[in-house]
């Protein structure tokens, strides 16, 4: 379920995923086929660890990248989730072939900014 509520992001986010919705800042977003690939791809995420340890592993790694990088926005760029939709949100075919658990390949530390 896709729902628009523009009041809770800051400038740089247009979109959040919250099991089972899908948040974006203006209705206009709602025809961004990457964008929504981009969160469905976290959707697949959520549910592969059964939603809630998701949302722990996810802040887990963005305090600890945060601490290593200094910077709270590559930290959240770097996170193995975020960069598993980032690297895959214009494949829109990318769910359809996405193995189990593929946001471990992501882990490794290599920068994505």
């Excluded at 964008?35 to 959707?43: A, G, Q, S």
Aim: glycine share 2%.
């Amino acid at each position: 379920m896709i729902l628009v509520f523009k009041h809770i992001f800051r400038k740089n986010y247009i979109g959040l995923t919250l099991w089972p919705l899908i948040i974006l800042r203006d209705h206009e977003l709602k025809n961004d086929e990457v964008l929504l690939n981009h969160e469905r791809i976290h959707l697949k995420q959520q549910k592969e660890l059964f939603i809630f340890p998701f949302y722990i592993l996810y802040m887990l790694e963005w305090v600890l990248r945060a601490i290593r990088y200094g910077n709270a926005y590559k930290a959240y760029k770097n996170i193995s989730f975020e960069r598993e939709a980032y690297y895959n949100e214009w494949d829109l075919n990318y769910l359809e072939n996405r193995k189990s658990w593929h946001f471990i390949k992501y882990l490794r530390c290599h920068e994505s900014l």
